[in-house]
């Protein structure tokens, strides 16, 4: 083997030290109620299969959500590092249940082209606001995420007017978890029905 091999070849093995291992593992993206973080399934098998210790991150997530309301969905973002520990980095809650809050709904359209419930421009505006505090949405500005929002309503049924009577409204809320209540009696009957056949 001549001089300048040699020479290369030891110069390969030196450049494959430097090169830092590569990290193939995928972000774990989960919604988790806040304060709520506990080890059973999902989360606890889905922190297994990434080797994170359950019950630190349970302690950590619970901690650190201690100040906003027990249950809120608070869509996470989990990165293991290769020593086991990992990046945590908690979003605000998703943008379909402020719209759901703020139309005081719980439950978005049953069939197409149903109005599930109705939200203000202001309220868009404000959620929106909410939003853009989000890593994944720091290069949209106002009127790109309000847009992005208005998506967002219209796929869960809800409606963006100017203003909103309120005893008007509480009639239709009334009439709507009339609607509600049916849908989930049929849909409670379909599943015995279902039941009773397999069996």
Same mark, same amino acid.
């Given at each position: 083997?001549?001089?300048?091999?040699?020479?290369?070849?030891?110069?390969?093995?030196?450049?494959?030290?430097?090169?830092?291992?590569?990290?193939?593992?995928?972000?774990?993206?989960?919604?988790?109620?806040?304060?709520?973080?506990?080890?059973?399934?999902?989360?606890?098998?889905?922190?297994?299969? =990434?080797?994170?210790?359950?019950?630190?991150?349970?302690?950590?997530?619970?901690?650190?959500?201690?100040?906003?309301?027990?249950?809120?969905?608070?869509?996470?973002?989990?990165?293991?590092?290769?020593? =086991?520990?990992y990046n945590l980095v908690i979003?605000?809650?998703?943008?379909?249940?402020?719209?759901?809050?703020?139309?005081?709904?719980?439950?978005?359209?049953?069939?197409?082209?149903?109005?599930?419930?109705?939200?203000?421009?202001?309220?868009?505006?404000?959620?929106a606001k909410i939003k853009l505090?989000?890593?994944?949405?720091?290069?949209?500005?106002?009127?790109?995420?309000?847009?992005?929002?208005?998506?967002?309503?219209?796929?869960?049924?809800?409606?963006?007017v100017r203003e909103i009577d309120?005893?008007?409204?509480?009639?239709?809320?009334?009439?709507?978890?009339?609607?509600?209540?049916?849908? =989930?009696?049929?849909?409670?009957?379909?599943?015995?029905?279902?039941?009773?056949?397999?069996?």
């Amino acid at each position: 083997m001549s001089k300048v091999m040699r020479k290369v070849k030891k110069m390969g093995k030196m450049g494959k030290k430097l090169v830092e291992k590569i990290d193939h593992s995928s972000k774990l993206r989960v919604n988790i109620p806040a304060g709520l973080a506990s080890a059973a399934p999902p989360l606890g098998s889905q922190l297994g299969q =990434r080797n994170i210790n359950i019950e630190k991150f349970c302690k950590d997530f619970n901690k650190r959500t201690s100040d906003i309301k027990e249950g809120i969905p608070l869509p996470c973002r989990v990165k293991v590092k290769s020593d =086991r520990s990992y990046n945590l980095v908690i979003h605000n809650p998703p943008a379909t249940y402020y719209l759901k809050q703020a139309a005081g709904i719980q439950k978005g359209k049953i069939k197409k082209g149903e109005v599930a419930g109705k939200i203000t421009f202001k309220h868009l505006y404000e959620i929106a606001k909410i939003k853009l505090e989000d890593p994944p949405n720091a290069l949209l500005n106002l009127e790109q995420m309000c847009q992005m929002i208005v998506g967002i309503a219209r796929t869960c049924g809800i409606e963006i007017v100017r203003e909103i009577d309120p005893e008007e409204y509480k009639q239709f809320l009334k009439d709507r978890e009339a609607v509600v209540v049916d849908f =989930r009696e049929k849909l409670q009957l379909a599943k015995e029905s279902k039941l009773l056949r397999t069996n």
